[in-house]
Nanobody
Framework: QVQLVESGGGLVQPGGSLRLSCAAS????????MRWYRQTPGKPRELVAFITSGAITHYADSGKGRFTISRDNAGNTVYLQMNSLKPEDTAVYYC???????????WGQGTQVTVSS
């Protein structure tokens, strides 16, 4: 069972940048699609971006041009670089690993991102 640990969240001013990291407990190289989601109170969790094992990426409209997802397969780590942050990006960000063999999802505990002056 994959365990995921997010880090890199915090408080940043509008226009600033953060890089979130998600460390996996085992190899995510060949069969996992890795995703970042975010959630604010009272709202459903929403997809921010994903990257497949073949490095195909997809971004929600909210992050296009500002966010970049990448993966380090050797280090079992996925990153979300967030630039030009806006107050509406404030949320808890969750890392998700989707096993394409078993169709199981694994979640991290989340990391808080707050964009405020």
């Amino acid at each position: 069972q994959v365990q995921l640990v997010e880090s890199g969240g915090g408080l940043v001013q509008p226009g600033g940048s953060l890089r979130l990291s998600c460390a996996a407990s085992e190899s995510i190289f060949s069969t996992y699609t890795m995703r970042w989601y975010r959630q604010t109170p009272g709202k459903p969790r929403e997809l921010v971006a994903f990257i497949t094992s073949g490095a195909i990426t997809h971004y929600a409209d909210s992050g296009k041009g500002r966010f970049t997802i990448s993966r380090d397969n050797a280090g079992n780590t996925v990153y979300l670089q967030m630039n030009s942050l806006k107050p509406e990006d404030t949320a808890v960000y969750y890392c998700n690993a989707y096993d394409t063999r078993t169709m199981r999802n694994y979640w991290g505990q989340g990391t808080q991102v707050t964009v405020s002056s």
